[in-house]
């Protein structure tokens, strides 16, 4: 059994995009707007700012009020688009839900759009016309190359349908030719499906929910969730059960959520390559 060290393949993504970022002749931003105070959110965006700085990427954070006016975010994001120094654009997400999220993202210019979330991008990926995705989808696939799990003609499940996690990595996994099933929460007889899965992937929201018993013997499990239980971080699989029936699992914390940051930062360095 393999527990996946997302830190250390973290590391070593990280270092090969600094000397990448080194030869550059232009300096690249990421522009981070934080709306409200979650303090998950607040976290986030702190291990982006680090981050960056690693490898040499500016960052400049835009706070907002959750009592602000929506119109203020999207007329902020109108001069972001503008400003030739800001090469990147994240709206952290979930914003307060008082405001039209989709509405914002859409005004992020697609050129700077570096969680690839506009219609544009997102179209882009789902109808195969580019490899450009969420960074956690892509740290996922990082992930199983990594480790030389092969993914074509494998029967892969992934639980939760997220236009951020579950969806896009429904589409990078089916580019790899996996057979993919995706559920969510109006699925009926979860267990007898992710039971039958060679890799299952996991991005509910709910802590320890996958037990041993929806999972088959030897599978890989990629554990996307971040929940927090009685002070403690946890994923959506109930690790120290399930651990022993897999080939490899991915742990939370310095599983997924390593990648997804490393993912960031090549995201940055491809939006600049796509453009020039
Ligand atoms: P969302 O809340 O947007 O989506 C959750 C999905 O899970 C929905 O599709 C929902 O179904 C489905 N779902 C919820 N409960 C069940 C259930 N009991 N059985 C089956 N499906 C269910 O969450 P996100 O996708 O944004 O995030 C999921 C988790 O991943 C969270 O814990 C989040 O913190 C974490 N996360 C981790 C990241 C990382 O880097 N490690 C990055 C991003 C998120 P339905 O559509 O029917 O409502």
Known sequence: MIIFNGKALAIEIKSQIAEEIKKLNKKLKLAVILVGQNPASELY????????KDVGIDFELIRFSENCKQNEIIKKIKELNKKSEITAILLQLPLPINFNEREIIETISPDKDVDCLTQTNFGRLALGISDFAPCTATGIIEILKANKIAMQGKRVVVVGRSALVGLPTQLLLTKNNA???????????????????????????????????????????????????????????????????????????????QMTVAMLLKNILLLNLKKS
Do not use: M, W
């Open 45 to 52: 965006v702190r291990n982006k700012e680090k981050s960056c």
């Open 179 to 257: 057979t993919v099933t995706l559920c969510h929460s109006k699925t009926q007889k979860l267990k007898k499906i992710t039971k039958k899965a060679d890799i299952l992937v996991v991005a509910i929201g709910k802590p320890k929910y996958i037990t041993k018993k929806y999972v088959k013997k030897h599978a890989v499990v990629i554990d996307v969730g971040i929940n927090k239980v009685d002070g403690k971080i946890c994923g959506d699989v109930d690790f120290s059960s399930v651990k022993k029936k897999t080939h490899l699992i991915t742990p939370v914390p310095n599983g997924v959520g």
